[in-house]
């Protein structure tokens, strides 16, 4: 089983910046890829960003510019940097990997940016 653990979420204000860790208990090079989900109230889970095993990146438009995901293998963690936040960014933040054909996630970390 792979277990992921994110931290960093946190009550911010419009235009501040938080950074998203996300750690898995295994080796983050076995996954096909990994990435940064987020669910606001009534609305559908969307991915914001991704980074594959390969290091290519990709983001949702509405993030483009603002936020960056990176990873630290020797740590087994990947990273959203959120910059310039804004009150849509708000949501409950996932971690997922892929690997093999399945897929993890975390349990999700609360993001809240005030106006």
């Known amino acids: 089983q792979v277990q992921l653990v994110e931290s960093g979420g946190g009550l911010v204000q419009a235009g501040g910046s938080l950074r998203l860790s996300c750690t898995a208990s295994?080796?983050?090079?076995?996954?096909?890829?990994m990435g940064w989900y987020r669910q606001a109230p009534g609305k559908q889970r969307e991915l914001v960003a991704a980074?594959?095993?390969?290091?290519?990146?990709s983001y949702a438009d509405s993030v483009k510019g603002r936020f960056t995901i990176s990873r630290d293998n020797a740590k087994n963690t990947v990273y959203l940097q959120m910059n310039t936040l804004k009150p849509e960014d708000t949501a409950v933040y996932y971690c997922?990997?892929?690997?093999?054909?399945?897929?993890?996630w975390g349990q999700g970390t609360q993001v809240i940016v005030s106006s």
């Open positions: 980074i594959t095993r390969g290091g290519s990146t």
């Open positions: 997922q990997a892929q690997r093999g054909a399945f897929d993890y």
């Open positions: 295994v080796n983050i090079f076995s996954m096909v890829a």
